[in-house]
C-alpha cells in the first residue's frame, strides 16, 4: 500500500505524527510518503516540532509559505499535484482543519485517489472562520473520516454523510501528549521561566478574529492588569507578535516569549494555574489534563471541551479576562473523554490496513 500523508502546519504535526508511526508499524513494506506544504516554515513553528515528534524528514517539502487564503490554498494545489501523480498513492492522508488540509483533499479526490480525514466532523457552526469552511468541505470529499468526539457523528449526520464513511477512533493529537508524556513531566519549562508551578496563566493568541484588530490591544491592556494578581506567561504566535509591534503597545509585566518547542510547552501546559487561549488544540489538552481552559471565542468546535467541565468559552471579549481570578477555582473535568487514550492512531490503523 502507498500513502501520502499531507501536513503544513504546527498543528497538524501533532495530529499526523502518531498516525504515520502506527501505519508505518504496521504497513512495513508500504510507501509512506510525508508532504511538507511549508504553510508554516519557521524552524519554531516546524522543524522543532517534527524533530521532537520523531517524524521523519519530509519527502517533498512544497514551500508554500504565507498569502491570501486564495493564494495558500491555490499554491498547495499546484505543486501538490505532480507529486501525487509521481507517488501514485492509495491513499492520502489530511488532518485537521486547515487551508493545507482542503487543498490536499481537493487535489487527492479529483484525481480520484481515497481521502482520509484525521479529526473529522468537529463544526462551530460560524461560517465565518476559514477553518469551518474547509472542515465542511473535506469532509464532503473524504473516503475515510476518522473522529475524535460523539458529537461528530451527528454533525456529519446532518450534512447527509454515510455512516459507513465515519470511524469513531479517539483523538490522535492526545497520542502525541501521552508519548511525550513523560519527556514534558520531567521538562522543568516553568522554572526555567522564572514562574512557580499551578501559579500562572499561560496564554496563546493568534486567530485573525482577535489579533488582527482593536481587540488585541484591549485584550493585552487586560493581561496586564491581570498580571498584577498572577504571573502572565505569554509565547507569543509570529502573526501577533507582527501585529504587537504594528501597535507599539507596552505590556508591562507580562512574560513574552518566542514561539516554545512542543515539549517546552506541554511542560507549560500541565504546570499552568490556568490557560487563555483561542487555539482549538489546546481546550482539547487542557481538558486531558485537568487544566482550566478559558477560550476567548464566542463559540467551540469542541464542545465536548466545555461538557467536560475544564473549558469556558469567554466570548470573543477581552474585559471577560478580568473573570479569570475568580472562576479559576471551578469544576474541572475528572476523566477525558470517550477514547481520548493515547491508541488512537492504532485504531486508524486497523481501519486503513485492517486489524492485527
Ligand atoms: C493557520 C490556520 C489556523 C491555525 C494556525 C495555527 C488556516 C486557514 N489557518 O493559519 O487554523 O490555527 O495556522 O498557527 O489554514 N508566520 C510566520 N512563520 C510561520 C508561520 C506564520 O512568520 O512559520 C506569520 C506570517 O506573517 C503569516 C502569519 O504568521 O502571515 C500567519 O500565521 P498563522 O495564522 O499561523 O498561519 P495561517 O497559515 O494563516
Same mark, same amino acid.
Request: charged share 25%; hydrophobic share 40%; proline share 8%.
Given at each position: ?12 504535526? /501533532? ?19 510525508? /508532504? ?55 491513499? /492520502?492522508? /489530511?488532518?485537521? *482543519? ?40 473535506? *469532509? ?137 487561549? *483561542? ?78
Amino acid at each position: 500500500m502507498r500513502i501520502v500523508y499531507v501536513v503544513g502546519t504546527r498543528p497538524n504535526f /501533532v495530529k499526523t505524527a502518531p498516525v504515520v508511526a502506527a501505519l508505518r508499524d504496521r504497513l512495513p513494506d508500504g510507501r509512506h510518503a510525508i /508532504v511538507h506544504t511549508g504553510q508554516h516554515y519557521d524552524r519554531m513553528m516546524s522543524e522543532v516540532f517534527l524533530e521532537e515528534l520523531g517524524v521523519p524528514a519530509p519527502d517533498h517539502m512544497l514551500e508554500v509559505g504565507s498569502g491570501s487564503h486564495a493564494q495558500q490554498t491555490a499554491r498547495t494545489m499546484e505543486r501538490l499535484e505532480p507529486v501525487l501523480l509521481e507517488e501514485r498513492p492509495d491513499l /492520502v492522508v /489530511v488532518p485537521g *482543519d486547515v487551508n493545507s488540509t482542503i487543498a490536499a483533499a481537493l487535489t487527492a479526490a479529483k484525481l480520484l485517489i481515497p481521502v482520509a480525514h484525521i479529526e473529522s466532523g468537529l463544526r462551530s457552526f460560524d461560517r465565518t472562520m476559514p477553518e469551518e469552511i474547509n472542515r465542511i468541505l473535506t *469532509d464532503q470529499i473524504s473516503e475515510q473520516l476518522f473522529l475524535h468526539s460523539d458529537e461528530a457523528v451527528e454533525n456529519l449526520r446532518s450534512e447527509g454523510i454515510p455512516e459507513a464513511r465515519m470511524h469513531f477512533v479517539g483523538n490522535t493529537m492526545i497520542d502525541t501528549l501521552v508519548a511525550l508524556e513523560g519527556r514534558f513531566r520531567a521538562a522543568g519549562a516553568a522554572e526555567r521561566l522564572g514562574v512557580e508551578p499551578g501559579g500562572y496563566l499561560l496564554v496563546t493568541l493568534h486567530r485573525p478574529a482577535l489579533v488582527d484588530g482593536p481587540l488585541l490591544p484591549e485584550t493585552v491592556a487586560q493581561l496586564a492588569t491581570l498580571a498584577r494578581e498572577m504571573p502572565v506567561v505569554f509565547p507569543v504566535h509570529p502573526r501577533t507578535r507582527r501585529m504587537m509591534e504594528e501597535v507599539e503597545q507596552d505590556h508591562p509585566g507580562l512574560l513574552l516569549c518566542e514561539p516554545l518547542g512542543y515539549v517546552d510547552f506541554l511542560s507549560l501546559l500541565a504546570d499552568a494555574g490556568a490557560v487563555l487561549t *483561542d487555539s482549538g488544540g489546546i481546550q482539547e489538552e487542557t481538558t486531558y489534563l485537568g487544566i482550566r481552559c478559558f477560550t476567548l471565542r464566542d463559540n467551540t468546535e469542541r464542545p465536548v471541551t466545555v461538557r467536560a467541565g475544564t473549558n469556558t468559552l469567554l466570548g470573543l471579549d477581552p474585559a471577560a479576562i478580568a473573570h479569570i481570578p475568580d472562576a479559576i477555582t471551578e469544576a474541572r473535568a475528572t476523566e477525558p473523554p470517550p477514547l481520548w487514550d493515547g491508541r488512537a492512531a492504532e485504531r486508524i490503523a486497523d481501519v486503513v490496513a485492517g486489524p492485527t
